[in-house]
C-alpha cells in the first residue's frame, strides 16, 4: 500500500529562524494536503496542492508540491512560538481517502 | 461554522469490554473517517464511510468495526478493548463534492484500556 514519510519527525528551531519539514509518498499523487495540530489540539487543515510544481504562499508558510506529484514541502520563515504544534502532510492517491505522513513535532525556543 | 464532535474526551475501560465511539457532524457531509494517532505513527485511518449504510476498511480495521445508520453519525466499535487500543481516536468528516474536500476533525477521544 501507499507509504509516506515525513521528515524530520522532530525540529527545534530558534525563535526567528526558518525551517523546511519534508513530505515523500511512495506513489504518485492526485493532491496533498497540510494540517496543523496545536499541542493538545486536533488537525486542522492548512491548504491543498494539486498541480505539478504548484507553490503557494500563506504568509510565512510556504508550501510546494514535486514536479513528479510525490513529494511536498512546507517552508516556515522568521519562525514564531505560535508556529508551534505538528504538521502533517496527508496524501491522496486515489478516492476520498487520506494517507497521512508521521508528522513534523515543530519546538520553537524564544 | 463546521463542527464535528465526539461523545468522549476521555475514557477508560477494562480489557474485554465492548465500547462505543460516537462521532457527530453538522455539514452533511457525505464521507466521515476514523483515524488512530499514537507518537510517531500519526493518523493511520481505521475505517471510512461515503454514504449512510456504507463502510470500507482503512489501514488497520484489525479489531474494530462501525456503523453509519444516519448521514450524521459515525460510530467505532471495539468489540472487546485490549490494551494496544489504547490511543487517541479521531473522527473527521468532508464533503465529496467540491474541492478541496478539507477533512475536518472532532475533538479526539483519548481511550484507555487497562
Same mark, same amino acid.
Given at each position: 500500500g501507499q507509504q509516506v514519510m515525513q521528515i524530520?519527525?522532530?525540529?527545534?528551531?530558534?525563535?526567528?529562524?526558518? @525551517?523546511?519539514?519534508y513530505c515523500n509518498s511512495s506513489t504518485t499523487l492526485s493532491n496533498i494536503q497540510w494540517?496543523?495540530?496545536?499541542?493538545?489540539?486536533?488537525?486542522? @487543515?492548512?491548504?491543498q496542492l494539486v498541480k505539478s510544481g504548484e507553490?503557494?504562499?500563506?504568509?510565512?508558510?510556504? @508550501?510546494q508540491f514535486g514536479e513528479a506529484k510525490k513529494n511536498s514541502s512546507?517552508?516556515?520563515?522568521?519562525?514564531?512560538?505560535?508556529?508551534?504544534?505538528?504538521?502533517f502532510c496527508a496524501c491522496k492517491a486515489a478516492g476520498n481517502k487520506l494517507t497521512f505522513g508521521g508528522?513534523?513535532?515543530?519546538?520553537?525556543?524564544? | 461554522?463546521?463542527?464535528?464532535?465526539?461523545?468522549?474526551?476521555? /475514557?477508560?475501560?477494562?480489557?474485554?469490554?465492548?465500547? *462505543?465511539?460516537?462521532? #457527530?457532524?453538522? &455539514?452533511?457531509?457525505? %464521507? &466521515? *473517517?476514523?483515524?488512530?494517532?499514537?507518537?510517531?505513527?500519526g493518523l493511520r485511518l481505521?475505517?471510512f464511510?461515503?454514504? #449512510?449504510? &456504507?463502510?470500507e476498511k482503512g489501514d488497520?480495521?484489525?479489531?474494530?468495526? #462501525?456503523?453509519?445508520?444516519?448521514?450524521?453519525?459515525?460510530?467505532?466499535?471495539?468489540?472487546? $478493548?485490549?490494551?494496544?487500543?489504547?490511543? &487517541?481516536?479521531?473522527? $473527521?468528516?468532508? %464533503?465529496?463534492? /467540491?474541492? +478541496?474536500n478539507?477533512?475536518?476533525?472532532? +475533538?479526539?477521544?483519548?481511550?484507555? #484500556?487497562?
Amino acid at each position: 500500500g501507499q507509504q509516506v514519510m515525513q521528515i524530520p519527525q522532530y525540529q527545534h528551531v530558534q525563535e526567528g529562524e526558518d @525551517f523546511t519539514t519534508y513530505c515523500n509518498s511512495s506513489t504518485t499523487l492526485s493532491n496533498i494536503q497540510w494540517y496543523k495540530q496545536r499541542p493538545g489540539g486536533h488537525p486542522v @487543515f492548512l491548504i491543498q496542492l494539486v498541480k505539478s510544481g504548484e507553490v503557494k504562499k500563506q504568509k510565512r508558510l510556504t @508550501f510546494q508540491f514535486g514536479e513528479a506529484k510525490k513529494n511536498s514541502s512546507l517552508h516556515i520563515t522568521a519562525t514564531q512560538t505560535t508556529d508551534v504544534g505538528t504538521y502533517f502532510c496527508a496524501c491522496k492517491a486515489a478516492g476520498n481517502k487520506l494517507t497521512f505522513g508521521g508528522g513534523t513535532r515543530v519546538l520553537v525556543k524564544p | 461554522d463546521v463542527k464535528v464532535t465526539q461523545s468522549s474526551r476521555y /475514557l477508560v475501560k477494562r480489557t474485554g469490554e465492548k465500547v *462505543f465511539l460516537e462521532c #457527530v457532524q453538522d &455539514m452533511d457531509h457525505e %464521507n &466521515m *473517517f476514523w483515524y488512530r494517532q499514537d507518537p510517531g505513527l500519526g493518523l493511520r485511518l481505521i475505517y471510512f464511510s461515503y454514504d #449512510v449504510k &456504507m463502510k470500507e476498511k482503512g489501514d488497520i480495521p484489525e479489531g474494530y468495526s #462501525v456503523s453509519r445508520e444516519k448521514k450524521e453519525r459515525f460510530s467505532l466499535i471495539l468489540e472487546s $478493548a485490549s490494551t494496544n487500543q489504547t490511543s &487517541m481516536y479521531l473522527c $473527521a468528516s468532508s %464533503n465529496r463534492g /467540491l474541492s +478541496p474536500n478539507e477533512q475536518y476533525f472532532g +475533538p479526539g477521544t483519548r481511550l484507555t #484500556v487497562t
